[in-house]
């Protein structure tokens, strides 16, 4: 298995935000699909016993990995298409996110400035259709190639193949761990609308306020992304402080019934209309789109009182109860336990069952 590139017992440490300190039996980097491709022809890889790894920040490690870690340093961005309105780049899927995203805000090209300062890489953003402040990956995407990790083909994926969903996608469910994503393409407007409505009340911030503080209109795609870079900087985690994978779990869906009921309970809950895109991947079709909502998680845990509070190592953001951290020195059996505990309250609280975003390895 794939001894030839690759080395053994390697720490994940380094490459997990959550700095969980596991060991990777078998490690290796890989920097471009034909390497991989190459790889996989050759009966190099067993598809049983890999994970594909960018930056861990979506990814919590449990225990020693016993199998092959690729870790992802595929990296390029080319534009291959431009008209007076729109440029189509093309990505090497191991590129830093908020490094690209910093790149094309700098050329005036927008679609992208909301999702500034995520961590991860290019690749994994298509994986769970990263979001935030009202944007997502699925509103630039155009398609994308992943190397097919039993046959070594590379396979390019439509947007409607990927099946992009809120905080998911084919590559997180049917296709998880079948295929590594090599190259993304994304299209950005040369002519910008800004969603600057994004408003939170725990803590009170609003994202046309932080642009205010920037200066005055017209705004251009660089000052919103570093509005919302101000407003991550105040409200989220730092990683290279604490241990973290930002939101822990993703936001539920729930019946307007029994939104009302909870906002009862839960003091200032807000609720969010559920896209078409979203209501196409929820199994309860029976209930029309316009009766189910999506809650805040964050709200219900701070209301259970987990904003702030620690167990041994591991605790949750005094301005975010949903971003789970960590004083760097605990095992990821302890997060775990930790989440678990998280979930159990909600669940007594509220009957809800509370999904994670983050991936458990
Ligand atoms: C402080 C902080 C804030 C965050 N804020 C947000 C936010 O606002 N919105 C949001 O959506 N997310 C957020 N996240 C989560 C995270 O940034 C994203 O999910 C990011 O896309 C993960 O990228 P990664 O490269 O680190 O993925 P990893 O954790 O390395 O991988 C995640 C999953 O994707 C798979 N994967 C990764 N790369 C590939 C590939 N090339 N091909 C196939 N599969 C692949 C992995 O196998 C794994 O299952 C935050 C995380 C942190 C730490």
Known sequence: MGTVFSQKQVS??????????????????ISSADQLGDIVKSGGIDIESLFVLGRGSN????KNYPGLVLLNSIKGIKVINEDENSVTLEIGSGEDWPSFVEYAVSKGWSGLENLAYIPGTVGAAPVQNIGAYGQAFEDIFVDLDAVDLTSGEIIRFTKEESKLGYRTSAFKTDLKDKYFIVVVRVRLSKDPHFDTSYHSRFPNESLSEWLKKNGKPPYTPADVAHAVTGLRKFKLPDPKEVGTCGSFFVNPFVTVDKFHELEKEVNELQHYPVTKMEYDRIDWHNTGQDKIVKIPAGRLLDELGWKGKWIGNVGTHDKQALCVITNKKASGQEVLDYTNKMRESV?????????????IV
């Open 12 to 29: 994940l440490k380094p490459y997990n935000t959550l700095s969980v300190d596991v060991t990777a039996e078998y490690f290796a980097y």
């Open 59 to 62: 990814t919590l490690l449990t």
């Open 347 to 359: 669940q007594k609280a509220y009957g809800i069952d509370l999904v994670s975003e983050v991936r």
